[in-house]
């Protein structure tokens, strides 16, 4: 599932953070590391520096004989997303890890802003976002848990399969999580209204989403024997990420869009969100 990772490095310290991530899951899928770097002038000094650069890196994969096999070194010129986007649509990359926030290290490029670029863009190649607000970054606890938020729909379930993928083979504690909204905006004569659901409503909306739960784990290899379930009531993101909190250490698998499947809330913009506040790192699959 994640033949090819491509670490997109901007020269700092931070953004190299992704490979740690980068070089935890190669190790259990024998995944191809491309470390890629992007110089935007051209000029040959500045070239020569970014290889320099992406050697020194790959030196950090090399305590390892099978992934120092994988590695693959690439530098390129342009501008920083899109070449990012360009190269992963046309090299069949399987995951992009980058870090949510660099700083300019080699050239005037901000990790952050390319990042972004990169979240928004419409390149299918699911995305691992490093947080770099995480506090712990050893390497035995970046999977011990993963959330996964799901809306009831279809589409937003585009992160299932990678997220069970990475619990089978790091035996990761998988939440299920689902959040029922108390209401719902409607258009009335007035202008829109926030209309309160019924408590009847509320109960028959669990009924349906612990249904949905099961549904979902049965269509997939027991990729852990520590799958929970939770239902709660109340604003998606907030309480999204008041469980992330609860959590701590974790890991949240996200697609970037559903649609209202068991209650309404839009997930794309709760995707981004929860992207902007959590400090946690973040799987994010675009569904189409």
């Not at 992009?96 to 972004?116: D, E, K, Q, V, Y």
């Not at 506090?135 to 379930?157: H, M, N, Q, T």
């Not at 258009?187 to 979902?216: C, M, W």
Request: hydrophobic share 40%; proline share 3%.
């Amino acid at each position: 599932m994640f033949e090819t990772i491509l670490v997109p490095l901007d020269g700092s310290v931070l953004a190299e953070q992704s490979i740690i991530y980068a070089k935890t899951i190669a190790e259990k899928f024998l995944s191809r590391i491309i470390l890629f770097t992007v110089c935007e002038s051209g000029e040959k000094d500045q070239i020569a520096g970014c290889w320099q650069f992406l050697d020194s890196k790959a030196e950090l994969l090399k305590d390892n004989s099978q992934v120092e096999k994988l590695i693959q070194k690439v530098v390129v010129s342009g501008q920083p997303a899109s070449q990012i986007i360009d190269f992963a649509r046309q090299h069949q990359v399987s995951l992009i890890i980058m870090t949510s926030h660099g700083r300019s290290g080699l050239g005037p490029w901000p990790m952050g802003g390319t990042a972004n670029k990169v979240f928004h863009s419409d390149i299918s190649v699911p995305l691992l976002l490093v947080n770099s607000r995480q506090k712990d970054l050893a390497r035995e606890f970046l999977f011990e848990k993963i959330l996964i938020p799901l809306d009831g729909s279809v589409a937003g379930e585009s992160a299932v399969s990678y997220a069970f993928a990475l619990a089978e083979k790091f035996h990761s504690e998988i939440t299920l999580l689902h959040v029922i909204e108390q209401g719902r905006h409607v258009h009335t004569i007035g202008g829109l209204q926030y209309v309160p659901f019924l408590d009847q409503d509320i109960e028959t909306a669990k009924n349906r989403a612990e249904k949905y739960f099961n549904s979902v784990a049965s269509k997939l290899a027991p990729a852990s024997n520590r799958v929970l379930f939770e239902i709660v009531v109340g604003d998606a993101t907030r309480e999204i990420l008041k469980t992330t909190e609860k959590m701590s250490r974790c890991l949240i698998a996200l697609s970037t869009h559903g649609y209202s499947g068991v209650s309404a809330w839009s997930f794309g913009s709760v995707t981004y969100k929860i992207t902007q506040v959590a400090t946690q790192s973040f799987l994010i699959v675009k569904s189409h």
